[in-house]
């Protein structure tokens, strides 16, 4: 939606599934000061038609007449520039056969973005991690590791991490209380217990084998919280703080959405550090967006930061921000970490998992007309209201994504319970019984 402002951009999307009429342009109909009809003249949506789970830069690589009529719709490629979700070998590829520079890291430079990756750099630039070993092999390597940071020091779990894991969903929890010599260690890391439901144990231990990872200490206090922050560099190493958030967590570890602004006794001391973090992988030659996953552990009345990863990619707060500037026109305030627009600070409470079984009883069509009748849908004028996305999921998984835009953090809470609550109605159930993302 951001780009949509720039009044000569033409706008190419290629997506996997069928995108109906209506949800093509229903983004563009809510940025504020664009003519939507001449925007959508701008938009070419093309569709592959393929569902499957292969990644959407393997499906063009694989259709050469699909990448000629790409090129086609690029014109002069000096004016053409591919914005993948994540930069792989794949999309490089795609983009020298489409003969356009790709934003974002060479894949080369993948490895800082892994667990492992992460920790070097926090190494490189001193900033504070938890106590933990990287560069594991296989569960062999994690009970040593283990075991040698208990003797160090003793700690009651440990949280053991595939390199390419994301959301938290390549975690696994070791319960260590009273845990001294090798075999009591051992025993605790075969019991150990992933964050993934559909894991085992034992098949964790064997994905960890294929892969490698890190284990860590898991910090404990008298209060924990997840903070992020997500910046930008530039190929001129320039460097920009582009907003901190406050993730949402379900199962644990697993991510389930965010808010913003994270609070404010995070923002200074994450986005000081995520700008080190930044510069340090500037340097190293990364480009474009990313973001750096903190823990905040309050023992006592102090807060105490720890970097968690490097997200190497654009993540689940990169489009709930992009969304909040297209919609608003204002811009971040990196001293006060606040949204500021023109009707005021601006807040948002956002995930991609608003999700039920009884919600595949809808259709797109069925979600938009709700959320329109509703009094919840977007509201140029206040700059507050629901913006939605992954809507295509709903009749598949289940799901749909939101970004509910306020003037407050409660505001913007309120506005999506009363979005689930809509949801709810519309597919002819009651309300959960406890939390919900």
């Not at 995108?19 to 959508?40: F, I, K, M, Q, S």
């Not at 550090?273 to 023992?299: C, H, N, W």
Request: proline letters at 7%; aromatic letters at 6%; a negative charge.
């Amino acid at each position: 939606m951001a780009l949509a402002r720039a009044e000569h951009t033409r706008l190419i999307y290629v997506t996997s599934m069928p995108v109906p009429p209506r949800l093509a342009t229903y983004h563009l109909e809510l940025v504020r000061g664009v003519d939507a009809a001449r925007l959508a003249e701008r938009l070419t949506v093309v569709s592959i038609g393929d569902p499957s789970l292969t990644p959407l830069a393997r499906k063009i690589l694989d259709r050469p007449r699909l990448q000629q009529r790409l090129r086609d719709l690029i014109g002069d490629p000096r004016y053409g520039l591919l914005m993948p979700f994540i930069m792989t070998e794949l999309e490089a590829e795609l983009a020298v056969n489409l003969g356009i520079p790709a934003y974002g890291p060479d894949p080369a430079l993948a490895w800082l973005g892994t667990k492992s990756g992460s920790r070097d750099v926090f190494a490189a630039t001193g900033v504070p991690m938890p106590r933990g070993a990287s560069g594991l092999r296989d569960r062999d390597d994690v009970v040593s590791a283990v075991l040698d940071l208990q003797r160090e020091q003793p700690m009651r779990r440990a949280v053991v991490k595939i390199d390419a894991g994301f959301s938290g969903l390549g975690n696994a929890t070791v319960d260590l209380d009273g845990c001294e010599d090798r075999s009591q260690v051992q025993k605790a890391v075969d019991g150990l217990r992933p964050e993934d439901p559909s894991r085992t144990a034992e098949s964790f231990l064997d994905a960890f084998a294929g892969e490698g990872g890190v284990v860590e200490e898991l910090l404990e206090g008298d209060e924990v919280a997840s903070p992020s922050v997500q910046l930008r560099a530039s190929p001129l190493h320039d460097l920009e703080v582009l907003s901190t958030h406050d993730q949402v967590m379900s199962r644990g570890q697993v991510y389930a959405g965010c808010r913003f602004p994270a609070r404010s006794a995070f923002v200074a001391p994450i986005s000081t550090l995520g700008r080190r973090v930044a510069g340090e992988l500037s340097r190293r030659g990364v480009i474009g967006r990313f973001g750096v996953d903190f823990v905040m552990v309050r023992r006592g009345w102090t807060w105490s930061p720890y970097a968690l990863e490097v997200n190497l990619r654009n993540g689940g707060t990169t489009h709930p921000m992009i969304t909040l500037l297209a919609l608003t026109d204002g811009a971040y305030d990196e001293a006060t970490g606040c949204h500021r627009a023109r009707t005021g600070p601006k807040c948002y409470s956002a995930t991609d998992h608003l999700a039920r079984p009884e919600y595949s009883r809808l259709t797109p069509d069925d979600v938009l007309d709700a959320v329109a009748g509703s009094g919840l849908a977007w509201d140029r004028e206040r700059e507050t209201g629901v913006a939605l996305h992954m809507v295509s999921t709903v009749a598949v998984a289940g799901s749909v994504g939101a970004t509910a835009i306020a003037d407050s953090p409660d505001a913007a809470d309120r506005l999506m319970r009363q979005l689930r609550e809509v949801l709810d109605q519309t597919a002819g159930v009651g309300p959960l019984l406890g939390p919900a993302p």
